[in-house]
């Protein structure tokens, strides 16, 4: 069977100057499903190593993507084109290769909803049935997912090179990345120190903001984590309905070790793995301990800034009564089993509204705080709406998207597109989406979809 084109990414195709490959949906087809290469592509399956639920594998590398090359986008910057699911690779580990249709239309929603709601992460820019089954449990139809990265260097691929003690080839790794994603450290005194506080800091921020969130990215391993500071590889990752701050979805982690509330202590842990890979380069182990003693002071102050800022708030986070009135919340959405997203937009439409106290006590304390400041109840709501998503990527609308996709019915994956790609308007004809599952709906398990 011919390959067909699910979704194509226009408006991404036209920022990275590839408006022209469209000429027809059977034409993009065979373009991203590896049927045929664009011109000038040299694909390239890439290595690395990687710390897995904190046990190293010396060798991973793509063992079903291909990285057809890079493009320079409108912008002037440079993004790697691959596909996933094409087929097997030198990495593939006696797999197939191949990717069945639900992980192709789990990443390709999540990562543009992400990007809606102005996370760094990778994009979509296809997805494309390829009329083959693939074998897994069961016969499933396989999908090729068409991913746009800035780079597709990942602390794991460091580790690779560190652990063979190729301190040449990691050199020049350490290089590439810092012309690719920080040319200005370049000419820098000590570029390698420099260019590892500059991960550390775009890690720090994304954390943050996924939190912030509710966002669970479920497989934080070393090879899952990307220098580029983006989010990168979405496998059994989870937005929150009620809030649980160890809230696990991943099926494979038995032990929580990524669950929401260790995100922080996972990626200062993933850091470390990078400084002892750096510590080849550059010596000055004091130095980079001390980068990795500012991490969870620095999360915290990026974390309580964006959490005050949900609450209409205006600081920075650093007050100690702010941040007690933002724990107090979120133990109350904890306690009561409330969902994370609808609560907030719910406290922001109570912001004038006097009588009963929907959240109880810490309401009452939420609305003294508010008294303090200088803004009239419907700038504070316009504030918090402006942060506080009404549509997010909800595990069981996501799971409709992709038995429909399997079906043959696209209708709930497109509706999903269009609903996610404006995360904070209200849109009345797609209220359904805003919806909390109800009780025979709810996703309590993601999977990895290898």
């Known amino acids: 069977m011919a390959p067909s084109l699910l979704a194509w990414n226009a408006p991404l195709a036209d920022e990275l100057g590839l408006a022209d490959l469209a000429t027809s949906d059977e ?6 499903s590896g049927n045929r290469l664009p011109d000038g592509a040299e694909p390239i399956a890439l290595a690395y190593a990687g710390h897995q639920f904190g046990y190293f594998a010396a060798q991973l590398g793509d063992g079903r993507a291909v990285l057809l090359g890079d493009v320079l986008d409108k912008h002037g910057r440079r993004r790697d084109i691959q596909l996933k699911g094409s087929g097997q690779t030198p990495f593939s580990r006696r797999g197939d290769g191949r990717s069945s249709l639900g992980p192709v239309i789990r990443e390709y929603l999540l990562s543009e909803a992400m990007h809606a709601l102005g996370v760094p992460t990778t994009r979509a820019l296809a997805a494309v049935q390829t009329g083959e089954q693939v074998y ?5 139809p396989g999908g090729v997912f068409t991913r746009v990265a800035s780079s597709h260097v990942r602390i794991g691929t460091f580790e690779y090179f560190a652990s063979r003690s190729d301190i040449d080839s990691l050199k020049a790794l350490a290089d590439f990345a810092i012309q690719r994603h920080a040319p200005a450290l370049a000419d820098a005194e000590r570029p390698y120190l420099e260019f590892f506080s500059h991960v550390l800091n775009a890690q720090l921020s994304l954390v943050a903001h996924w939190m912030d969130l509710g966002f669970i990215h479920g497989v934080m391993n070393t090879d899952n984590t ?9 496998g059994p990752c989870a937005f929150m309905d009620e809030f649980n701050a160890s809230k696990v979805f991943s099926s494979i982690d038995h032990h929580g070790r990524y669950a929401f509330d260790q995100q ?14 750096l510590l080849l380069l550059d010596d000055g182990k004091e130095d980079f301990e001390a980068e990795l003693g ?38 109350h959405l904890q306690t009561h089993a409330l969902d994370y997203t609808v609560s907030f937009r719910e ?8 009588g009963d106290p929907r959240f109880g006590e810490v309401e009452l304390a939420w609305r003294q705080r508010l008294l303090k400041q200088p803004r009239d109840p419907s700038e504070v709501r316009e504030a918090m709406n402006a942060v506080n998503p009404r549509f997010i990527a909800r595990n069981h609308q ?10 043959g019915d696209l209708s709930v994956f497109n509706e999903l597109r269009e ?3 404006k995360p904070f308007t209200e849109q009345p004809a797609f209220d359904a989406y805003a919806v909390p599952p109800r009780p025979e709906e709810r996703v309590t398990r993601t999977f990895c979809g290898t």
Not at 27 to 32: H, N, R
Not at 136 to 140: D, I, N, T, Y
Not at 347 to 354: F, M
């Open 136 to 140: 897994r449990e069961l016969p499933l």
């Open 419 to 421: 609903v996610l790609a």
């Open 264 to 277: 922080p202590h996972i990626i200062l842990w993933n850091l470390t793995r990078l400084a002892e890979c």
């Open 398 to 407: 996501v799971e409709r998207a992709i038995q429909g996709a399997i079906d």
């Open 226 to 234: 990307s220098v580029s500071g983006e989010t990168i590889d979405y």
């Open 27 to 32: 034409a993009l087809a065979e373009l991203f």
């Open 294 to 331: 500012r991490v969870l002071p620095l999360f915290e102050t990026r974390y309580f800034a964006r959490l005050v800022r949900k609450l209409g708030l205006q600081g920075d986070g650093e007050d100690a009564a702010d941040r007690q009135l933002v724990r107090d919340w979120l133990a």
């Open 347 to 354: 406290l922001a439409d109570r912001v004038a509204i006097d």
